[in-house]
Nanobody, 114 residues
Framework: QVQLVESGGGLVQPGGSLRLSCAVS????????MAWYRQAPGKERELVASISTAARTNYADSVKGRFTISRDNAKYTVYLQMNSLRPEDTAVYYC????????WGRGTLVTVSS
């Protein structure tokens, strides 16, 4: 069974930064484009960023220039560096495949508030 374990969320002031991590089962990580998603209260889950096995990245327009996705192939971990955070970035953040979706993890809560 594929495991996805997100961490790194917390409370941060507007303009601040956070780095999220997602530990992924080796086989799933090695063969899939990975992605970060988020779900804000009362809203549907949305794709934030993705990174292919060749490290090609894509971002939602709302986070371009502020967020950076990366992957560590030795640690089977995906990261999301979030800078210049805004209150509208408040959400539970999840990682999963970009096209091959497996059971969702618990996510990690990011709250941007003064």
């Amino acid at each position: 069974q594929v495991q996805l374990v997100e961490s790194g969320g917390g409370l941060v002031q507007p303009g601040g930064s956070l780095r999220l991590s997602c530990a992924v089962s080796r086989s799933f990580f090695s063969f899939n484009t990975m992605a970060w998603y988020r779900q804000a209260p009362g809203k549907e889950r949305e794709l934030v960023a993705s990174i292919s096995t060749a490290a090609r990245t894509n971002y939602a327009d709302s986070v371009k220039g502020r967020f950076t996705i990366s992957r560590d192939n030795a640690k089977y971990t995906v990261y999301l560096q979030m800078n210049s955070l805004r209150p509208e970035d408040t959400a539970v953040y999840y990682c999963n495949g970009a096209s091959a979706i497996v059971t969702w993890g618990r996510g990690t809560l990011v709250t941007v508030s003064s």
